[in-house]
C-alpha cells in the first residue's frame, strides 16, 4: 500500500529538504578561499566610469532597500516570536522573512561591489537568494486551501462573538425585565397576603392561615430565586478586572458575617492567612460567599462544626480548598452538583434555590480555572479549585 500524502500540519519532507540545500548553498562556500578573493576583477564602479552621481544612486537605493528588507523580515520574526502560540503557519512566515533577507543582502553586495570586486560571494548570495525564493514558490500554494479554511473560520467565529453579544444584550434587557417587571407583583402578593393575615387573619380558619403563610412563604422563594438567577447572568455578562485580592481576608469577612446571623452556633472557622490571587474582587467574593455560606448551612446539625479553607499543591498548581464536616452528599450525583436547580437534600431541612454552586463553577472558568469536589454521606465535603493567572 503507498503512503499517504505529507500532512499539510507541518512543512514535512519538502521543508526539510529546501532546508537543507540553503544551509548547503549558505555553508559550503565558506570552505571555499576565492569566495572573499576579489583578485583579477574590476569593482563594479569601473562600469559606471567613476561618475558620482550615478554610483550615489546605485549606492543609495541598494542600503534602502537592504535596511527596510531586514526591518521586514525583523517585523516578521517579531511577530512570530509574540504570536508563536496563536499565529497559524508561523514557519512560513519565516520563510518568507529569510527569504526577503537574503533579498536584501544581494542589494547591499550590490553596493559594496562598487569598490570591492567580491563578485563570488555576491553569487553565491544571490543562490542562496534563489533557494529562498523557489522555496517559497514551492511551499506557499499548498497552504492556500488552509489559509482560506482559517479564513473562513474566523468569519464564522467572528460571526458567533456577534451572535453572542446580541444575546448577552437580550440577556441584559431580559434580567432588567426580571428584576423590575416580576419584582412588584411578587411584593404585591407577598404584601397583600401578609394584610389579609394581619387584618382578617381572625376571620379565617387555621387552613385558611396556612394557604396564606404558603403564599407568602412562595413569593419570598420566588423572590431570592431571581436575585439568584440575576446573578448567575451577572457572572457571565460582567466586564472582568483582575487585580491582587486577598481570599483570606474575605473568607474572615464571610465567616464573620455568618455568625453574626446564628451567634448560638459552634462553628470553628480555620482560615489559612494571605492566601493572594489574581483576580476579579467582586466575583470572587461571590464565589467564597458560597462556598462558605453552603459549608455553613451543610454542617448546621453538627454541635461543633469545623470549616477550613486552605491550599495545597497539587500538580504542580496552587489548589484552594472549603472543607467542612457536615452532611456531605454521595459522590454518585455529583454531575448534578453544578448544574442550575439542582439539589442534593431536602429543601426543608437545608433552603436554597439549587443556583450558587452553578454561579461559582461559571464564575471559577471565566478565571481560566476549574472546580471540583470530594464528599461522602454524613462526613462532609470538600470543594476544589484553581484559579488560572493572568
Known sequence: ??????????????????????????????????????????????????????????????????????????????????????????????????????????????????????????????????????ATAVLLPPLVPRIIAHTQAAAASEQVRAELAASNKELEAFSYSVSHDLRAPLRAIDGFSRAVLEDSGDKLDEQGQADLRRVCAAAKRMGLLIDDLLTLARTARSEMNRTRVNLSQIAQEVATRLQTTNPTRQVEFKIAPDLIVEADPGLIRVVMDNLLGNAWKF????????????????????????????????????????????????????????????????????????????????????????????
Open 1 to 134: 500500500m503507498s503512503a499517504g500524502p505529507v500532512p499539510l500540519e507541518a512543512p514535512g519532507k519538502r521543508w526539510q529538504l529546501v532546508t537543507t540545500a540553503a544551509l548547503a548553498v549558505v555553508v559550503l562556500p565558506l570552505f571555499l578561499p576565492q569566495v572573499f578573493s576579489a583578485a583579477s576583477f574590476l569593482p563594479h564602479s569601473f562600469c559606471y566610469l567613476g561618475n558620482s552621481s550615478l554610483i550615489t544612486l546605485h549606492v543609495v537605493s541598494d542600503v534602502l532597500i537592504w535596511l527596510a528588507y531586514v526591518a521586514i523580515a525583523a517585523t516578521l520574526g517579531y511577530m512570530v516570536w509574540r504570536g508563536r502560540e496563536t499565529i497559524p503557519f508561523n514557519w512560513m512566515f519565516l520563510a518568507f522573512g529569510f527569504f526577503i533577507v537574503a533579498c536584501g543582502f544581494t542589494h547591499l553586495l550590490e553596493a559594496i561591489t562598487l569598490w570591492r570586486p567580491v563578485y563570488w560571494l555576491a553569487g553565491y548570495l544571490k543562490a542562496v537568494t534563489a533557494v529562498a525564493s523557489v
Open 299 to 390: 454542617s448546621g446539625t453538627k454541635p461543633n462544626a469545623v470549616i477550613e479553607f486552605n491550599w495545597q499543591k497539587q500538580d504542580n498548581e496552587v489548589v484552594y480548598f472549603v472543607r467542612d464536616d457536615g452532611v456531605g452528599f454521595d459522590l454518585k450525583y455529583s454531575e448534578k452538583l453544578f448544574a442550575p436547580f439542582q439539589r442534593m437534600h431536602d429543601e426543608a431541612r437545608f433552603p436554597g434555590t439549587g443556583v450558587g454552586l452553578a454561579t461559582v463553577q461559571r464564575i471559577i472558568r471565566r478565571h481560566g480555572g476549574r472546580i471540583w469536589v470530594e464528599a461522602a454521606v454524613d462526613q462532609g465535603a470538600t470543594f476544589y479549585f484553581v484559579l488560572a493567572g493572568k
